[in-house]
């Protein structure tokens, strides 16, 4: 039972560039969560999904895009790097939402020069 | 929807009880009150979760007054490997609301 996983672990891009994270849960969870956290700025939520086909826009969606075509996997596009997307990303998946304990991954450093 | 305020860090020394306050006067009637732990370079990981009164497991307890206004995040005998950011965060079970986890308090435990 791995919980959450994401891949890369880092990654470096120059601006201009796209790449995905993915996620991957093995808890049969419906709800995914994506998150960006920047120094000093707590965790703020980029997009999340309900279930397996749908998303939904968090506070922080510009820039990124989602996908959710499998269940187990929830996958955070950037179409153009840009600097401001220097940071680190979290995934998290849920059984039901609201203030349900949200499992997170390990995390992306993320890098745009 | 309920807005929580918490103390922006704190400093404590080893073997010390830590108390961690926040703050949701807001609160609906049937939310809850949920605590998160970040070490660094980790993700959040769910530490304790109440209604009202107290709560308590092996990694802390969870004092919720009558009025539910507030809540006390309590560590006892804190150790170094104890700092880290702690978040509160206040919402329904199952409820389609998100809960932010805003800049949490950072807890430093010193030797």
């Known amino acids: 039972n791995a919980g959450v996983t994401q891949t890369p672990k880092f990654r470096v891009l120059k601006t201009g560039q796209s790449m995905t994270l993915l996620c991957a849960q093995d808890m049969n969870h419906e709800y995914m969560y994506w998150y960006r956290q920047d120094p000093g700025m707590g965790l703020r939520l980029i997009h999340y999904?309900?279930?397996?086909?749908?998303?939904a826009k968090g506070e922080v969606p510009d820039g990124y895009n989602v996908s959710r075509l499998k269940k187990q996997n929830f996958l955070l596009g950037l179409e153009s790097a840009a600097p401001s997307q220097t940071s680190v990303y979290f995934c998290?998946?849920?059984?039901?939402?609201?203030?349900?304990?949200?499992?997170f991954g390990p995390g992306t450093r993320l890098t745009v020069t | 929807l309920a807005k929580t305020t918490q103390p922006i860090s704190m400093d404590s020394y080893e073997g010390q009880e830590v108390n961690i306050t926040c703050s949701h006067n807001n609160i609906a009637t049937n939310d809850y009150i949920t605590w998160y732990q970040q070490f660094p370079s980790q993700g959040p990981r769910f530490i304790i979760q109440?209604?009202?009164t107290k709560v308590t497991n092996e990694v802390a307890s969870l004092f919720i007054p009558a009025d539910r206004k507030s809540s006390t995040l309590s560590l006892p005998r804190v150790s170094l490997s104890d700092t880290a950011v702690y978040y509160c965060?206040?919402?329904?079970?199952?409820?389609?609301?998100?809960?932010?986890f805003g800049r949490g308090t950072s807890l430093i435990v010193h030797p």
């Open positions: 999904s309900v279930g397996e086909g749908t998303t």
């Open positions: 998290a998946s849920s059984y039901l939402t609201g203030i349900d304990e949200q499992y």
């Open positions: 965060l206040v919402g329904l079970r199952g409820g389609s609301y998100i809960p932010t």
């Open positions: 109440g209604y009202k």
